[in-house]
């Protein structure tokens, strides 16, 4: 942590004391991040094990990531055991700026620091991870899924010419403000062959809701019937496909998995 030039404030000839050293921070040696509710994550932090000051000698805390400063509540919970620090927060989704789309998700700065009455840092955990790795940060993909992505009324109905494909897929966006996608492709299969193949234009996220995408597609029978025989006879339709986000960095894709049983 850098070392701030002391500060001389002259008061009837007095002369402050420099302020202290803030502690060197801990390193940050992976994350792990729990979904309370769609719009309330849990997240702790993992550095190695030390003698630190614990939560009892802290008022606030801070989380910065990149330069985005998030809010968080000032409750510090900070254990040591089983060999490691642990530093435990709620993040409201609400909370946090837009700043963060600038952010490279693959190359993560995290800074977390509790801090004493006064002002004082007294416990620094530091480090730079890729949000994408499950060796950095452990996500439960299935509550993600659960909570920011849902696949309604999904159908696979064979014509005599045609087969009619159709399904709303719910994209969940928990920020307080809007995310535009510049497109979304998706790819539907039943056992080892395509049903459905389909790319759709850009459009936007609105702020704490959910935008819906709708699937309604005609495809001629000869191009699904393999899929579709599949299907009927028991085998789960998988939709597959990625959503490419607008960033001021550039465009970053998010990949989407779902699974239908008939």
């Known amino acids: 942590m850098p070392i701030l030039p002391s500060l001389i404030i ?5 002369v402050a004391a420099p ?14 991040v729990a979904v309370r509710t769609r719009d309330l994550l849990r997240v702790t932090l993992h550095a190695p ?7 009892s000698g802290m008022a606030s805390q801070r989380l910065t990531l990149g330069a985005a400063r998030i809010p968080l509540a000032d409750t510090v919970d900070v254990t040591v055991g089983g060999g490691e620090t642990r530093a435990e927060f709620d993040v409201r989704l609400a909370d946090v700026p837009e700043a963060v789309m600038a952010i490279d998700p693959n190359r993560a700065p995290v800074l977390w620091e509790g801090v004493a009455s006064g002002g004082p840092v007294v416990l620094a955990i530091a480090g730079t991870v890729d949000l994408g790795d499950p060796g950095e940060v452990e996500v439960p993909v299935r509550d993600v899924y659960r909570e ?3 696949l309604t009324d999904f159908a696979v109905d064979p014509g005599l010419a045609a087969v009619n494909v159709h399904g709303l897929l719910g ?35 609105r702020a704490r809701q959910r935008s819906d995408v709708l699937i309604d597609q005609d495809v001629p029978f000869a191009e699904a019937a393999a899929g579709v025989a599949a299907f009927v006879k028991g085998e789960p339709a998988t939709v597959r496909g990625a959503l490419t986000l607008r ?16």
């Open 247 to 262: 960033t001021p960095q550039g465009d970053r894709v998010i990949p989407l998995q779902l699974r239908v049983q008939r």
């Open 148 to 150: 920011y992505v849902t």
């Open 171 to 205: 994209l969940y966006n928990p920020f307080a403000f809007e995310v535009a996608a510049s497109k979304i492709e998706l790819k539907v299969t039943a056992g080892e062959s395509t049903v459905l193949a389909i790319e759709r234009p850009g459009f936007r996220l």
């Open 19 to 32: 302020p202290a050293k803030a502690p060197t921070a801990l390193r940050l040696e992976r994350m792990s």
């Open 49 to 55: 094990a030390q003698k630190v000051q614990l939560s």
């Open 10 to 14: 002259a008061a009837g000839g007095a």
